[in-house]
């Protein structure tokens, strides 16, 4: 069965740092999405992103962070100076078009120090 | 805005018996869909079961079934015949195409199935 992943499982990283989480979605897949889940507390969501542009984000998703389909695979999300409380479990996920099931890889979690 | 409210951080099954997890929300939408996704100890968020909210009918999954009262908003998630393998996370979650497809999530409830 077809599987969304998602690299690295774990990120290390100081503060003030760029990192770039990586996710390969399900292939005939159109919708995609980033959600994070700090520990204790709700998954959120943070973005979703379709024929390449945003289609809707949420008050987290600030200018720290982007997201980019850079090839006909990868779906990456960036943060671009990171701070101690981005440290969560981030979540891919991706849907067909008319479905409305996602399907969550199984994240990466990012720690900064 | 939409709510997604888990009131059990934590629930414990004897193996064989039946358990019941569950979950409120608030909309205002007429419209939408509610899930039920497990997370194991691996981290995999893996759907269990779905309800379209215009559907009156419960929808069931094998030994999964729900408990959907629409006036209620409530949407409880009966797992029958619990096996050592139910043990994890599960996540109640409401989603509306007129807010974008985005899923909106509950806290958690913490299953473990007791052998």
């Known amino acids: 069965e077809p599987e969304v992943t998602q690299t690295p499982s774990h990120q290390v990283t100081q503060m003030g740092q760029e990192v770039i989480l990586r996710c390969v979605p399900i292939?005939?897949?159109?919708?995609f999405y980033w959600y994070r889940q700090i520990l204790g507390q709700k998954v959120e969501f943070l973005v979703s992103?379709?024929?390449?542009?945003?289609?809707?984000k949420s008050e987290i998703f600030d200018d720290q962070f982007s997201v980019e389909r850079p090839d006909g695979s990868n779906f990456t999300l960036k943060i671009r100076s990171t701070k101690l409380e981005d440290s969560a479990m981030y979540f891919c996920?991706?849907?067909?078009?008319?479905?409305?099931?996602?399907?969550f890889g199984p994240g990466t979690r990012l720690t900064v120090t | 805005a939409q709510t997604v409210t888990q009131s059990q951080p934590e629930m414990s099954v004897q193996e064989a018996e039946t358990v019941t997890l569950s979950c409120t929300y608030d909309?205002?939408?007429?419209?939408?869909?509610l899930f039920w996704y497990k997370q194991p100890p691996s981290r995999q968020m893996i759907l269990v079961i779905r309800?379209?909210?215009?559907?009156?009918q419960n929808a069931t999954e094998n030994r999964f079934s729900v408990n959907f009262q629409k006036a209620a908003k409530s949407f409880s998630l009966k797992i029958s015949d619990s096996q050592l393998g139910d043990t994890a996370m599960y996540f109640c979650?409401?989603?509306?195409?007129?807010?974008?497809?985005?899923?909106?999530f509950g806290t958690g409830t913490s299953l473990t199935v007791i052998p």
């Open positions: 996920a991706s849907s067909e078009v008319l479905s409305y099931e996602q399907y």
């Open positions: 909309t205002s939408e007429s419209n939408y869909y």
């Open positions: 992103f379709y024929n390449n542009e945003i289609s809707e």
């Open positions: 979650a409401f989603m509306s195409r007129n807010t974008g497809n985005q899923f909106y």
């Open positions: 309800q379209e909210a215009y559907k009156q």
């Open positions: 292939s005939n897949h159109l919708y």
